[in-house]
């Protein structure tokens, strides 16, 4: 099967996307910490990266641009926790940023504080509308509100161009409330266009399936999307519903999770779209947010790779368990 999503998508996306507001001015930086930062960031080198911005904003705390080189070399390593503080007093300082935006957004899903997430500032804190709409509803959920989380992915479907992401999300928010026939419904309407937009959505839908007690027309599927000749993890799951085992649905069994998903639909349709260190972002934070989404875990390993972060991509490939069927 191919997967029309990113190609269909990616042209939208890109443009809804935008990179956020324009990078603070330059100030006056410290110049050997900051231009030796500068050199490990053209190598991708994240981790030098890291240490000389940390070194040179130490020297001088309110420069804009030393912040937000902090938060993003650390969200590249997958440190959310260490970014997260810097991009906290970016917020406090009222500065407008992406890359801090998206940490704070990750931290405050990580800490499930879903009010302060429908409480931001969208012109100042926003991400991009995509992404702004999708956690919204995500956390409108997690407040318990399911009326008015399901109202802000209609919205989101409004706009062309993001509809086939904000259905995918809306049918994975059904599912993880246990709505598994309403999510069924989205599944398969149109001859199940929606359930064949990405290599994640079908398995989506053969859990549904299997969650409504439908194994041998989730057995169909598994089959008709990937053919006969099945990868490990996809064997797995083969063998799982063959022997009528009743699959858990992991794809977003949580809202923490949904947001991860959010992040990683963004890194899928953006990756080989635009820059490699960019997309690392977004595949970071799914992977924080949920450690069991090896997708993403093996997207940041490829992208480090592709950035030349050998040694990066090895110890981000370890976080694969052995025995994983990946």
């Not at 080189?69 to 997958?78: I, T």
């Not at 260190?277 to 390993?301: E, G, N, Q």
């Amino acid at each position: 099967m191919t997967f029309p999503f990113r190609r269909a998508a990616t042209a939208a996306l890109a443009l809804s996307m935008a990179f956020g507001a324009a990078a603070p001015v330059v100030a006056q930086e410290p110049a050997g910490a900051y231009l030796a930062g500068r050199a490990a960031t053209y190598g991708s080198d994240f981790a030098a990266a890291a240490t000389y911005y940390t070194r040179a904003l130490v020297r001088d705390p309110q420069n804009a641009v030393l912040m937000e080189s902090v938060v993003f070399s650390q969200m590249a390593l997958g440190q959310l926790r260490s970014a997260y503080p810097v991009a906290q007093r970016m917020w406090d300082d009222g500065i407008n940023s992406q890359i801090a935006n998206m940490a704070m957004v990750g931290g405050l899903a990580e800490a499930q504080d879903y009010q302060a997430l429908l409480s931001r500032d969208l012109k100042l804190q926003g991400i991009g509308p995509l992404v702004d709409g999708l956690v919204t509803a995500w956390a409108h959920l997690g407040a318990g509100d399911e009326t008015q989380a399901m109202a802000e992915f209609d919205r989101v479907a409004e706009d062309e161009g993001l509809r086939l992401f904000a259905l995918y999300h809306r049918a994975l928010a059904l599912a993880s409330i246990g709505d598994f026939e309403a999510a069924e419904a989205m599944f398969a309407a149109n001859d199940g266009q929606l359930s064949k937009i990405t290599r994640r959505a079908v398995l989506a839908r053969v859990q549904v399936l299997s969650q409504l007690d439908r194994n041998e027309q989730a057995l169909s599927f598994l089959t008709e999307a990937f053919g006969t000749q099945l990868d490990p993890a996809l064997t797995a799951i083969s063998d799982g519903l063959s022997r009528n085992e009743t699959l858990p649905f992991t794809q977003a069994a949580t809202v923490t999770d949904g947001i991860a998903e959010v992040f990683y639909t963004v890194a899928s349709a953006l990756s080989g779209e635009a820059a490699n260190d960019y997309v690392l972002i977004y595949a970071r934070l799914a992977s924080v947010l949920s450690p069991v989404h090896m997708d993403s875990v093996l997207l940041s390993a490829d992208l480090l790779e592709k950035l030349g972060r050998y040694d990066l991509s090895e110890a981000t490939y370890k976080l694969v368990k052995p025995g994983h069927p990946d």
